[in-house]
């Protein structure tokens, strides 16, 4: 089974309007952390933000948030007032448990959602 | 600040060379990880180290050397490269204490 799920190969925005990315995750650890990282076409992978699966709030970074709901197992990316330069491949990841050596440390991604914000 | 860097960025080999793609950073962040991307597969853990000489595998390892002497250099070794290693590496780092893994700029490699 998939441990991380994106089920939107591909989505499309207007300019200046919010977009909701899904991610839903399978894990029976307590302690686990979630991420979004943006790919541009040129290919970099950039950090946009995270959160701890024992934050109460949902995190924020600017236009970014993270819709957390636990129980639902899912950590969607909203993006407020997109920009055309929003258009990119977003993963959703996820680093599971507490073990030793560097082995919690490891990420699974999501196969990507492909976003293309329409002028 | 130079923050994470990968060499080369391009390379074109053939099938049953030995390749080297460098991953160094500044940051003495202890935790390093070699990923590869493949479309429709995301991104896939190669190795993983927590600190200096501490190496280990990650899902797909097979095919693939890692070494850690010094803190700041991770390099990925292909033994005896096969067009199935084609593919987009990166190679990221993590501090200690943190969450966040950075990454690099990735090499993208052609096996012929």
């Known amino acids: 089974a998939q441990k991380i799920t994106q089920t939107q190969p591909g989505m499309f925005v207007q300019e200046k309007e919010a977009v909701t990315l899904d991610c839903t995750y399978d894990?029976?650890?307590?302690?686990?952390?979630l991420f979004w990282y943006k790919q541009p076409s040129s290919g970099e992978m950039i950090f946009l933000i995270y959160q701890g699966s024992y934050d109460e709030q949902n995190a924020t970074e600017g236009r970014y948030s993270l819709n957390f709901q636990k129980a639902r197992k899912s950590a969607n990316l909203v993006i407020s007032a997109s920009q055309l330069g929003d258009s990119a491949m977003y993963f959703c990841?996820?680093?599971?448990?507490?073990?030793?050596?560097?082995?919690?440390?490891?990420?699974?991604f999501g196969k990507g959602t492909l976003l293309t914000v329409n002028p | 600040d130079a923050g994470i860097t990968q060499s080369p960025r391009y390379k074109i080999t053939e099938t049953g060379r030995q390749v080297t793609l460098m991953c160094h950073q500044t940051w003495s962040h202890s935790y390093m990880f070699w990923y590869r991307q493949d479309l429709g597969h995301g991104l896939r853990l190669i190795y993983y180290s927590a600190a200096a000489d501490i190496t280990d595998k990650g899902e797909v390892p097979d095919g693939y050397v890692v070494s850690r002497s010094k803190t700041e250099n991770f390099p990925l070794t292909l033994e005896s490269a096969t067009r199935s290693q084609t593919s987009v590496y990166f190679c990221?780092?993590?501090?200690?204490?943190?969450?966040?893994?950075?990454f690099g700029p990735g090499t993208r490699l052609l096996v012929l």
């Open positions: 990221a780092s993590r501090p200690s204490g943190g969450e966040t893994q950075y």
């Open positions: 990841a996820m680093r599971e448990g507490r073990g030793s050596g560097g082995s919690n440390y490891k990420l699974t």
């Open positions: 894990t029976s650890d307590q302690s686990y952390g």
